[in-house]
């Protein structure tokens, strides 16, 4: 994962202190400390809850992803156009949404994408 690849983008000091809590919470807190606006904390929390999900989808639902698998893809979706909206979209669905069931039908090419990366991180 390149962190030069986070956008420069939203007020420096304004990330959410829960999307960064829980990067570090599953490994990434180089990505963690990097983050200094809300909409860079809400990209990578996007990205790696997509891989997250991709990998429990793929491997099942207590299943997770190595924190290898993770930064490589997560390193992979944060440049993606389209993947702020993304993110800024998912944080305003309302609960009871099933963004797990919506996911691979937005964009069938990016979860097939994911779904390949994470197959070579395939726990053993």
């Not at 999900?53 to 190595?66: A, K, N, R």
């Not at 156009?81 to 669905?93: F, I, V």
Request: hydrophobic share 40%.
């Amino acid at each position: 994962m390149n962190l030069n690849d986070l956008p420069k983008i939203g007020e420096p000091g304004s990330a959410a202190p829960f999307q960064l809590e829980r990067l570090k919470g599953w490994g990434l807190e180089d990505l963690a400390s990097a983050c200094t606006t809300r909409e860079q904390a809400l990209l990578a929390h996007h990205c790696a809850l997509y891989v997250r999900m991709v990998w429990q989808d793929l491997f099942g639902e207590t299943s997770e992803p190595p924190v290898a698998a993770l930064r490589h893809c997560v390193g992979e979706l944060i440049g993606r156009p389209g993947m702020l909206e993304r993110a800024d979209r998912g944080a305003h669905l309302e609960t009871g949404v099933d963004y797990r069931a919506s996911a691979a039908d937005e964009d069938p090419a990016l979860y097939q994408a994911v779904a390949e990366a994470l197959k070579s991180h395939k726990p053993g």
